[in-house]
Nanobody, 124 residues
Framework: VQLVESGGGLVQAGGSLRLSCAAS??????????KAWYRQAPGRQRELVAR???????NYADSVKGRFTISGDNAKDTVYLQMNSLKPEDTAVYYC?????????????????WGQGTLATVSS
């Protein structure tokens, strides 16, 4: 499975960005259990921003609740992150993540896949 992000860029504080993550290479032996967005700011660890399970359950980091919305389009194998009321501290590289089960003769093997990241910069 390959994940490709898009939608990052430069925006002023208070503005909005919409990130997209398109998945490809999904075969009948692959099940995507959840998709998520993580971010990593300079000098900081990668952190979970938002996650959506295959049955639509969402959860968010406290720092983005009420401002960010994660959604998925299963027909397009795409997940989105709508980011509103952006703050300078939201500046980071945003990574798409997929929690995958690969079905084999030995059973179900969990795999994590990552995109290459997209930079979102919020100016003050």
């Amino acid at each position: 499975v390959q994940l490709v992000e898009s939608g990052g860029g430069l925006v002023q504080a208070g503005g909005s960005l919409r990130l997209s993550c398109a998945a490809s290479g999904i075969t009948s032996s692959i099940r995507i259990r959840a998709k998520a967005w993580y971010r990593q700011a300079p000098g900081r660890q990668r952190e979970l921003v938002a996650r959506i399970s295959s049955d639509g359950v969402t959860n968010y980091a406290d720092s983005v609740k009420g401002r960010f919305t994660i959604s998925g389009d299963n027909a397009k194998d795409t997940v989105y992150l709508q980011m509103n009321s952006l703050k300078p501290e939201d500046t980071a590289v945003y990574y798409c993540n997929a929690e995958i089960e690969v079905l084999t003769l030995d059973g179900k093997n969990p795999v994590q896949e990552w995109g290459q990241g997209t930079l979102a910069t919020v100016s003050s």
